[in-house]
């Protein structure tokens, strides 16, 4: 894999693009969301929380049912992803803000009020090793006491046998997605040729960049986390956090 971190693939089509296809792509999404809101601590009034990479909105949305009086911050690269982020927010009738960002740059990185959680989902895989560990180095600094990150996203495999299988158990749940949905495998073929499925070619994009669960664990303990965790693990995608002491 390249080491570059260049997201100049990612576009505002691409953005659509997700929107569209997310709920037959991303594994067990469903799931995935009440993970993530539930390894987050109750949050007192005003507490704030933060999504890096909101995409469409739907997690935003999930946290502001559970967190209703949170404030949240939405920060994301695409106007596209931020604009449905924002009309979830709206409608769920919390307080939030959105901001542009880009995920590689450190200038979104400070908050006037410590954070109560960051949350990401399928972004930080964007980064590389050392941008990463970075990441989690400047997120346990805006943390306040007993504040946690985190993170749902692609992992990599450490042998190619678990390559291989992450590749299978991720086809085999688009395939069920799609029979769910639609009652035939024609998104299932769709997801195998527009190349969706980073362990059947992973070196095919640049812009991904996965590191391995028990490395990135290992950066977070080393930003300063504790009680780092993982709490879900399916097709290459695993949910994994550290609480600030």
């Known amino acids: 894999m390249t080491d570059s971190t260049s997201t100049d693939a990612w576009t505002e089509e691409t953005s659509q693009h997700f929107i569209d296809y997310g709920s037959y792509f991303v594994p067990e999404r469903e799931v995935q969301m009440d993970t993530v809101c539930s390894v987050i601590p109750p949050a007192p009034d005003g507490a704030v929380i933060v999504e890096i990479c909101s995409g469409e909105g739907l997690l935003c949305e999930t946290m502001a049912q559970r967190f209703p009086r949170a404030v949240f911050h939405a920060l994301d690269g695409s106007q596209t ?73 692609l992992v990599e495999a450490q042998r190619g046998a678990g390559l291989k299988l992450w590749e299978r158990h991720w086809d085999v749940g688009v395939g069920q997605r799609a029979q769910e949905l639609d009652g035939d495998d024609k998104m299932l073929h769709f997801f195998r040729d527009d190349g969706w499925n980073y362990y059947s070619a992973p070196d095919a994009d640049p812009v991904d960049m996965p590191s391995g669960l028990f490395d990135q664990m290992r950066w977070m303990a080393d930003a300063g986390l504790v009680n780092v965790d993982v709490h879900w693990l399916k097709a290459g995608h695993a949910i994994f956090s550290g609480v600030k002491g």
């Open 81 to 153: 992803m931020l604009d449905s982020t924002a009309a979830k927010l709206r409608a769920a009738g919390v307080s939030y803000q959105t901001r542009l960002m880009d995920i590689m740059e450190t200038d979104w990185r400070t908050f006037e009020t410590p954070v109560h959680a960051f949350v990401s989902s399928l972004a930080v895989h964007h980064l590389n090793g050392p941008g990463k560990a970075q990441l989690f180095k400047d997120l346990t600094s805006q943390l306040a006491p007993g504040g946690v990150v985190v993170i749902c996203d």
